[in-house]
């Protein structure tokens, strides 16, 4: 072996220097965000998602719905057997509104939904997200609000704090990260207003 110092290499210290300094540090994240509590509570939950509800028959409605009061949710729609929802306890469904097959409710935070209201099949309603102004990434539970005669429809987004006004209609796979207008039709990635929505005329039977 040779005893000659090594020559820096200028280059590779050029590239180091370049680097930008990591800005969040995940070392110093919350280990347990949740109360003891609620980490009880989600544990005995998700059991009961896995053997009760999710086995259940597709029209076996009132039986999930008696499964989601009993850990606190507000129910008086149908959901579907796949549906996943988080916190029970953190949902509140309105007459006659759906949950579609595939939808996840990400509900960290509290998530109401109003009557007459479908949520199609692959949707996500994310009601949770971190603070990236801070290095430790605190946990945030925002809420989402989605009014009544909404249409959600398949594969879309729904992010933390967003309220989605009554009667609007929210496009397949769409993003939507901002507040929504009632009475309107939203799409895209990030969903923007494309038109308002008019109604034509009951059909005459």
Same mark, same amino acid.
């Not at 009554?166 to 309107?184: C, L, Y």
């Given at each position: 072996?040779?005893?000659?110092?090594?020559?820096?290499?200028?280059? @590779?210290?050029?590239?180091?220097?370049?680097?930008?300094?990591? #800005?969040?540090?995940?070392?110093?994240?919350?280990?347990?965000?949740?109360?003891?509590?609620?980490?009880?509570?989600?544990?005995?939950?998700?059991?009961?998602?896995?053997?009760?509800?999710?086995?259940?028959?597709?029209?076996?409605?009132?039986?999930? $719905?008696?499964?989601?009061?009993?850990?606190?949710?507000?129910?008086?729609?149908?959901?579907?057997?796949?549906?996943?929802?988080?916190?029970?306890?953190?949902?509140?469904?309105?007459?006659?509104?759906? &949950?579609?097959?595939?939808?996840? #409710?990400?509900?960290?935070? @509290?998530?109401?939904?109003?009557?007459?209201?479908?949520?199609?099949?692959?949707?996500?309603?994310?009601?949770?997200?971190?603070?990236?102004?801070?290095?430790? &990434?605190?946990?945030?539970?925002?809420?989402?609000?989605?009014?009544?005669?909404?249409?959600?429809? $398949?594969?879309?987004?729904?992010?933390?704090?967003?309220?989605?006004?009554?009667?609007? #209609?929210?496009?397949?796979? $769409?993003?939507?990260?901002?507040?929504?207008?009632?009475?309107?039709?939203?799409?895209?990635?990030?969903?923007?207003?494309?038109?308002?929505?008019?109604?034509?005329?009951?059909?005459?039977?």
């Amino acid at each position: 072996m040779s005893d000659q110092p090594s020559i820096p290499d200028p280059m @590779q210290d050029a590239a180091e220097s370049a680097r930008p300094s990591i #800005v969040q540090h995940l070392d110093q994240t919350a280990a347990y965000p949740y109360s003891r509590w609620e980490y009880l509570r989600r544990s005995a939950w998700l059991l009961v998602q896995r053997l009760l509800v999710r086995p259940s028959p597709a029209r076996a409605y009132a039986w999930r $719905a008696f499964c989601l009061r009993r850990f606190g949710a507000t129910i008086r729609g149908g959901v579907r057997p796949s549906v996943h929802i988080m916190h029970p306890w953190l949902l509140s469904l309105g007459q006659w509104s759906m &949950l579609a097959d595939n939808v996840t #409710v990400y509900n960290l935070g @509290q998530i109401t939904i109003g009557d007459h209201t479908v949520i199609s099949q692959d949707v996500y309603l994310c009601a949770g997200t971190h603070d990236y102004t801070l290095p430790n &990434l605190p946990l945030q539970r925002t809420p989402i609000t989605i009014g009544s005669g909404v249409w959600i429809a $398949a594969g879309a987004f729904i992010g933390p704090g967003v309220t989605i006004g009554d009667n609007s #209609v929210v496009g397949a796979r $769409a993003v939507v990260v901002k507040d929504v207008p009632p009475g309107v039709v939203v799409a895209g990635n990030p969903a923007r207003v494309v038109k308002n929505r008019v109604m034509k005329s009951a059909p005459v039977s």
